[in-house]
């Protein structure tokens, strides 16, 4: 029989991944689950473990180490603009073959450094372009496709994975610095990051539609009785790129999210030279990044099934201001050591942290919806880590000239509160559900 054509979308027949037992997108959730663990941890949590390290051999300022970020999240909004559309034309899944090979030989190569070009070009393009072709892009517009009712599980589920990586690799990367040199624990990186997310390329697929499915496991007798009302409507509703640019909200989201996104860059590089600064030790200072991650981790499911039952933006708005305010208990606490409002602030942090990711892509896929989300997301990546990117490398620079970070994270904190207040006055496209 021919392919059936139901609310917009194409419907085949028969499939072996249309199982009535397990809906498949549950495998791409593993897959982004470990492709994001990989790819946020090489590119931002291992990252701090070496500054000092690498800054004393070669006599970097900090800013110029912290540059390479800088120019990682550039790399990666622009690898995100140029693959966003093949995405939606063609799946993940020959992304991350070549990403996470990329991405293995950046981590290798970053053992053999002697100079700082040769650390800007690994670290800032070569590393972070693998990163960005195993990463938040690629999975979560796949999993845009692949859930519409319950998105917002969906990728916060897949985003434990980077809390994960939080919990356990600036420990681990800081743990193995000390003991046996940062050349080999780059090379001790390349080999995890490979073993890891090479086999999950073959796990991802393109959309439910393909195999017979809609989104959520609803199947076409499903649709026939009446179910799947949601997944249509964000089919139908779906913008292209030119559609979106041309709408406020767009950029009222690019700007949210970019200085939303401001204190992560800035607190996942800095954490451990702001506290052994104060007189804190390595492991302490990276243990820090562990403990916002924790929170992180333990929120994501619920601020997945809060995402699904209210407005996003709104809670968005909470999470910035959380982050905002988190940022300022740190600075007023690393100073004086005052420890139990240390550990206080990076745990309101991490809860902060936890609800970004999901509910950014949601936000994003309700507001626009999922047939073209691979290229309207990939076209905000450009703006959204272009502020992200100056954050770095700003603070940075700050330190460099006066010593202390206190003012530059104050200026980040605004940066989160500004951004809930933007997030919190958005309305809502569609009403929820519908």
Not at 22 to 47: C, D, E, H, K, R
Not at 122 to 133: D, H, I, R, S
Request: proline residues 4%.
């Amino acid at each position: 029989m021919p392919d059936q054509s139901r609310h917009g979308v194409i419907i085949k027949e028969s499939s072996s991944l249309a199982s009535p037992r397990l809906y498949y997108g549950y495998w791409i959730i593993l897959a982004g689950f470990v492709t994001q663990f990989v790819s946020v941890g090489m590119a931002n949590y291992v990252v701090g473990a070496f500054m000092i390290p690498m800054t004393e051999e070669f006599d970097w300022s900090r800013a110029e180490f912290s540059a390479s970020r800088s120019i990682g999240q550039m790399v990666m909004a622009f690898t995100g603009f140029f693959i966003g559309a093949q995405i939606d034309k063609y799946g993940g899944r020959r992304f991350i073959l070549i990403g996470a090979s990329v991405l293995v030989s950046a981590l290798f190569g970053l053992s053999k450094v002697q100079n700082l070009t040769h650390w800007l070009v690994l670290n800032g393009l070569a590393l972070t372009a693998g990163a960005a072709m195993i990463g938040n892009l690629v999975i979560n517009v796949t999993l845009g496709k692949w859930f519409v009712e319950r998105r917002g599980r969906a990728v916060a589920l897949a985003g434990m994975g980077i809390s994960l990586s939080g919990i356990v690799l600036p420990v681990l990367a800081t743990y193995a610095v000390d003991q046996v040199g940062w050349r080999a624990s780059w090379q001790l990186l390349a080999l995890g990051a490979g073993l890891l997310t090479l086999p999950m390329a073959f796990v991802v697929r393109r959309a439910p539609e393909d195999f017979g499915w809609y989104p959520d496991g609803i199947s076409p007798d499903q649709v026939s009785e009446g179910q799947g009302a949601a997944a249509s409507a964000d089919f139908a509703n779906s913008m292209t790129r030119a559609q979106a640019m041309r709408t406020s909200t767009f950029y009222t989201l690019v700007l949210a999210f970019g200085l939303f996104q401001i204190s992560i860059t800035v607190m996942l590089l800095q954490t451990i030279p702001l506290m052994t600064d104060a007189g804190y030790s390595r492991l302490v200072a990276s243990s820090m990044i562990s403990l916002a991650s924790i929170p992180a981790f333990l929120s994501k499911p619920v601020w997945g099934i809060l995402i699904d039952r209210y407005s996003p933006k709104k809670l968005a708005a909470v999470g910035a201001a959380l982050t905002g305010l988190a940022v300022l208990v740190i600075v007023a606490s690393v100073s004086s050591q005052y420890d139990k409002l240390v550990y206080a602030g990076f745990v309101m942090m991490g809860f902060g942290w936890g609800g970004l990711l999901p509910l950014q892509e949601v936000i994003w896929a309700t507001t626009f919806g999922r047939r073209y989300l691979g290229s309207v997301r990939s076209t905000a990546l450009p703006f959204v880590l272009g502020m992200a990117a100056l954050g770095p490398v700003l603070v940075a620079y700050y330190y460099d000239q006066v010593g202390d970070y206190d003012f530059a994270l104050v200026a980040i904190a605004v940066c989160n509160l500004g951004s809930a207040i933007m997030l919190y006055r958005i309305k809502d496209r569609l009403p929820k559900g519908v």
